[in-house]
């Protein structure tokens, strides 16, 4: 049967539209709009793909790449606050930068669907028609005499406002003397308590805390760095800042490295506002996920504290980003889309028109070099809150300290902490690495216990009586059997984890406290809050950890800090390896000493005289990081250029050799641009993945995206194989 005219999509006038989904495909897509269809720019819409349905942004005029008469209609709008233009616009921009899709951006954004459905209603019961013949009873007078002016509530807040069991109010709602209603639920986020007063702040902190004020009320781009020491109140100083933000009328965003890990962070923002903030994290069920994400995108939610996901959120009052720790690796997102969150919050900041502040204790390299170009400003704050003063920092030579195979903690440090604990003080030792030991070693045969996945060996965790691969997550039961010569008890530990240090100092010190964390040991925010507070509460002598432990504590009775291994982070030929080991030194010795008594770190190291060593010791860390930019600038390396890693993947380990090679051959070369490689990654099988790396690298005013582009768009991957991009790399593994 012939379609009338009216129904069958005219080329020339349909109007139809871009529609982009949040799937990593390459899109938008072009839809028809019905005719009875109001769509604007950022609607959420239902449409039809293949087979089924599915829920994408209108994101713009239709491409006109395909025949208007071969478009399918959209299904149908959905009722929710639009995707805010900022946001499609940061979509946009974060997949250009990172060579992904927008649609694998926007799933980034999109990351809760059933958010975008309007609430479940609540149903409350309100007073009904007079019913003459009600039987009354004292308690169905209360509960009559309660709503005659007070609010209608759901059931069970009526029953217990007024004092009566459940029967009573659904025996009234039965004789048709209460009636339901259904209202919109309460919303979830109560508003921040703006009147109430801060801390009063030192003199170098107001100083800080109204420069940032000034900056919000510019409403404009900015990117301001709080460069203050461990301890001298960087927070109560961004506080202000939110508290400017937020009188103003609009959203502010904190991001925190692993949110779920700082419960005193929450606290602290409780005690100056009144109420918790909205979180975002990893950890959130489905359900915080959609309340927390509908609460962003109908303004709820006025401040949002969150992991660098957070960053996709539909903020649309955006007012204020602040980046707490700015220096921390944590921010790089490795795996799908790869970002780095501190740089992708300031590009969204620049698209809110919003000013950025970032605070560190050791600001990056990168960061530092903008603040001497001038494209940030700094405010320092060189000294600790109260009076407190910086801890004194020595390192112990493990050359001379001549440890017998199973010590690894020296007698100088044992003694500090005797002292220490004897003075009714805590003491913390650093140790990054999870585990009892890295390497298990069969003393017959020479076998090493590998992961059968990985080019990584087995790191044995003896509480658990496991050996575990930290790169896969590949678990098996602590042999006794050497699994290649078949000797029993032949198999030994080799090198220290954190519980080996927790058995040495149980057995050289019986009598004192000890308490161990990682994120082994810490499963989830309550069992590390509820650790912190017997630190606080002085339930522990020593507290034994990883680089969880470095990151914004404050115990104000922990005076020593001793770090178990100092050099571990520096092998490697890793770019930063260097100043990361610099950064989280400084952060775990910034542990010690907070409050009135005065801290001191020890620091067991091989090479006391490396430059990170020696600026520890010597507090000249200006010149440590002249040092690393020169170093830096004559190699041509970030920020002075600019690096890409081409990861080449495949489970078949030729096809990667082909495949990088390949690469190799039609890479790019110019006297800007050079590649390197290709060569087996450090973790040359990961996941059984055969791994093989390029690296591109750039002078600084060559935009990296076409060329890359246009290389890699001369290579077809076969379907075994993969090819990841990594814009800025910092890893190198
Ligand atoms: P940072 O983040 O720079 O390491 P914090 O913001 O954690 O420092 O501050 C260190 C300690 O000093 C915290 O316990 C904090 O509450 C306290 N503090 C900082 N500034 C003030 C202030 N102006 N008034 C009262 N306490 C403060
Ligand atoms: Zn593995």
Not at 330 to 352: C, L, N
Not at 361 to 369: C, F, Y
């Amino acid at each position: 049967m012939p379609q009338s005219d009216t129904t069958t999509p005219d080329a020339t006038n349909a109007h139809a539209v871009s529609v982009m989904l949040p799937t990593p495909v390459v899109g938008p897509y072009d839809y028809l709009v019905p005719d009875d269809l109001d769509i604007a720019d950022g609607d959420y819409v239902q449409i039809p793909l293949g087979k089924r349905e599915m829920v994408g942004v209108v994101w713009g005029p239709a491409m006109g790449d395909v025949d208007a008469v071969k478009l399918r209609p959209i299904a149908h709008r959905i009722d929710a606050p639009p995707m805010p233009e900022e946001i499609r616009r940061f979509v946009d921009w974060v997949a250009a930068y990172t060579l992904s899709t927008s649609g694998a951006v926007l799933r980034m954004a999109m990351r809760s669907p059933d958010a975008l459905m309007p609430p479940k209603p609540v149903v409350v019961l309100q007073r009904g028609e007079i019913i003459e013949t009600l039987r009354m009873t004292p308690a169905r007078e209360r509960v009559l005499a309660f709503l005659q002016d007070g609010p209608a509530l759901p059931a069970g807040d009526l029953a217990r406002e007024t004092g009566v069991s459940t029967g009573v109010i659904k025996g009234l709602v039965e004789a048709g003397a209460l009636e339901k209603l259904e209202v919109p639920p309460p919303p979830p986020f109560a508003a921040p308590d703006l009147a109430r007063p801060g801390p009063k702040l030192s003199d170098a902190q107001s100083t800080a805390a109204q420069t940032l004020r000034e900056k919000i009320l510019a409403n404009a781009f900015s990117v301001t760095l709080v460069d203050g020491v461990t301890g001298s109140g960087k927070t109560e100083v961004y506080f202000e800042a939110v508290a400017t933000a937020l009188t103003e009328g609009r959203q502010v965003l904190v991001l925190l490295p692993e949110i779920a890990l700082t419960p005193q962070w929450l606290r602290r923002f409780e005690e100056r506002f009144g109420v918790p903030p909205a979180v975002w994290h990893s950890d959130l069920s489905q359900v915080q996920r959609r309340v927390t994400w509908r609460a962003v995108a109908t303004g709820n939610a006025r401040i949002v504290v969150g992991a660098r996901s957070a960053l996709f959120l539909p903020f649309g009052e955006l007012g204020l980003i602040i980046i707490d720790e700015e220096h921390e690796p944590a921010f790089k997102q490795e795996d799908g889309v790869s970002y780095h969150g501190r740089d992708m919050a300031i590009v969204r900041a620049q698209i809110a028109e919003a000013p950025v502040v970032l605070a560190s204790a050791t600001p990056s390299l990168e960061t530092r070099v903008n603040v001497i170009r001038d494209r940030f400003q700094s405010l320092p704050l060189p000294e600790r809150f109260g009076g407190a003063v910086m801890p004194t920092i020595t390192t112990v030579d493990m050359r001379v300290a001549d440890l017998s195979a199973n010590r690894f903690v020296s007698d100088e440090l044992v003694k500090a902490l005797t002292e220490t604990i004897a003075a009714g003080e805590q003491a913390m030792l650093f140790l990054n690495r999870r585990g009892y030991a890295p390497l298990t070693l069969c003393r017959t045969c020479g076998h090493r216990i590998e992961c059968p996945s990985c080019a990584a060996w087995l790191t044995e965790h003896r509480f658990r009586k496991r050996l575990q691969c930290h790169h896969c997550g590949y678990e098996v039961p602590s042999p006794s059997v050497c699994p290649s010569c078949e000797n029993v008890d032949t198999l030994v530990a080799c090198g220290p984890g954190v519980e080996r240090i927790q058995e040495e100092m149980v057995g050289l010190l019986p009598e004192a406290r000890i308490g161990i964390m990682t994120s082994d040991t810490m499963r989830g925010p309550e069992s590390a809050q509820k650790f912190i507070r017997s630190v606080e509460d002085g339930d522990l002598d020593i507290l034994i950890g990883t680089q969880m432990v470095a990151k914004g504590h404050h115990f104000p009775n922990l005076t020593l800090v001793g770090i178990v291994d100092a050099d571990l982070g520096l092998a490697g030929g890793d770019l930063r390896a260097a100043e990361r080991t610099y950064q989280i030194l400084q952060q775990v010795s910034g542990r010690a000493g907070r409050a009135e008594r005065p801290g001191r770190v020890l620091i067991q190291t091989f090479q006391p005289e490396h430059p990170v060593m020696a600026a520890l010791v010597s507090g000249n860390e200006a010149r440590f990081f002249e040092l690393e930019t020169e170093a830096r600038q004559s190699g041509g390396w970030p920020p002075f250029g600019r690096l890409a890693a081409i990861i080449v993947s495949s489970r078949d380990a030729r096809v990667a050799d082909d495949l990088s090679r390949a690469l190799a051959r039609c890479a790019p070369n110019t006297p800007e641009i050079r590649v390197l490689g290709p060569a087996p990654a450090p973790l040359s099988l990961l996941r059984g993945q055969h791994r093989r790396r390029l690296l591109l690298k750039a002078s600084r005013d060559i935009a990296v995206q076409p060329v890359l582009r246009a290389w890699l768009a001369q290579i077809k991957v076969p379907s075994n194989a993969r090819v990841r991009v990594d814009v800025d790399p910092y890893s190198f593994l």
